[in-house]
């Protein structure tokens, strides 16, 4: 891309920044998915999860179902 105007660089950084952003909204969701599944394993509840989350019960018991214990 020889002749890029100032719109074109500033679309290239937009869709670079929103690939960074990308990125590091999926680290944060496998880190919070990863202490919800600790959370279950140690007993505490969807619905005191989701107090502290601020995600629904049915979201937190989704992502971290109750042991086959």
């Given at each position: 891309?020889?002749?890029?105007?100032?719109?074109?660089?500033?679309?290239?950084?937009?869709?670079?920044?929103?690939?960074?952003?990308?990125?590091?909204?999926?680290r944060a969701d496998d880190e919070l998915r990863d202490l919800l599944v600790r959370g279950r394993a140690e007993g505490k509840g969807p619905s005191h999860m989701a107090k502290l989350t601020g995600f629904t019960r049915e979201w937190v018991a989704k992502i971290a179902p109750a042991s086959k214990s």
């Amino acid at each position: 891309m020889g002749d890029m105007d100032a719109l074109d660089t500033e679309i290239q950084a937009a869709a670079k920044k929103r690939a960074r952003a990308e990125e590091a909204f999926k680290r944060a969701d496998d880190e919070l998915r990863d202490l919800l599944v600790r959370g279950r394993a140690e007993g505490k509840g969807p619905s005191h999860m989701a107090k502290l989350t601020g995600f629904t019960r049915e979201w937190v018991a989704k992502i971290a179902p109750a042991s086959k214990s």
